[in-house]
Each structure stands twice: as structure tokens, then as C-alpha cells.
Nanobody, 122 residues
Framework: QVQLVESGGGLVQAGDSLRLSCAAS???????MGWFRQVPGKEREFVSA????????YYQDSVRGRFTISRDNAKNTVYLQMNSLKPEDTAVYYC????????????????WGMGTQVTVSS
């Protein structure tokens, strides 16, 4: 069974940093991994993705330069380091994995985590 367990969310002030973690089990280390976010009433949106080797990374324009995605394949864990957080970053953040990074990029991964809340106050 595939399980994704997210952690690291919380309440912070604008300009602060958070690091999200997603520990995966039941997947190949060659799976691509990524992050999405969603606010009430809006569609879930792509945030970032990383290839299985870590050699290729992708970011939504609004987070590029502030967020950094990385992975530790020995731990089957993907991270999202979020710096210079803004109130508009407030959302539930979801971890996702798939054997094809293209499916992550278009928002149809095979597996989703349950999400972790990130709230950024002004």
C-alpha cells in the first residue's frame, strides 16, 4: 500500500519560513514527487515537482525563488523549503507521487497525501 505522510505545516508570520516534509512508503524511489496546494472554493494548483534523481525541478511562477523542493531517496522523503512566506501562500499543501513526472505537472498523480495546513498571517 502507498502511504504519504505530510508534516511541517503551521501558523507563521509573513516573511517567515517553513519546511514541509512528506514521507512515502510503498513506492519506488524512482517515482517523481511534488507538492500542490488548495484553498477553499478554488481548484487545487501545482506548486512544485522533482524528478526521481533530483536533477530536474519545476516551480509555479509565484513561488519560484522563494520555495525549494528537494528529496532524500534513502528516506523516501520529499521536502518543500518555503522562505519569505506571504499571506497568499496560505493553503492546504498536498504531497503527491507518480511514476511519471508529466502526470504530476498536469495535476493527475496516482497518489495524494492527506494535506497539511499552512497559514501565513500578515
Amino acid at each position: 500500500q502507498v502511504q504519504l505522510v505530510e508534516s511541517g505545516g503551521g501558523l507563521v508570520q509573513a516573511g517567515d519560513s517553513l519546511r514541509l516534509s512528506c514521507a512515502a512508503s510503498g513506492i519506488f524511489s524512482t517515482y517523481a514527487m511534488g507538492w500542490f496546494r488548495q484553498v477553499p472554493g478554488k481548484e487545487r494548483e501545482f506548486v512544485s515537482a522533482i524528478s526521481w534523481s533530483g536533477s530536474a525541478t519545476y516551480y509555479q511562477d509565484s513561488v519560484r525563488g522563494r520555495f525549494t523542493i528537494s528529496r532524500d531517496n534513502a528516506k523516501n522523503t520529499v521536502y518543500l523549503q518555503m522562505n519569505s512566506l506571504k499571506p497568499e501562500d496560505t493553503a492546504v499543501y498536498y504531497c503527491a507521487v507518480d511514476g511519471r513526472i508529466s502526470r504530476l505537472q498536469v495535476g493527475v498523480p496516482n497518489y495524494w497525501g492527506m494535506g497539511t495546513q499552512v497559514t501565513v498571517s500578515s
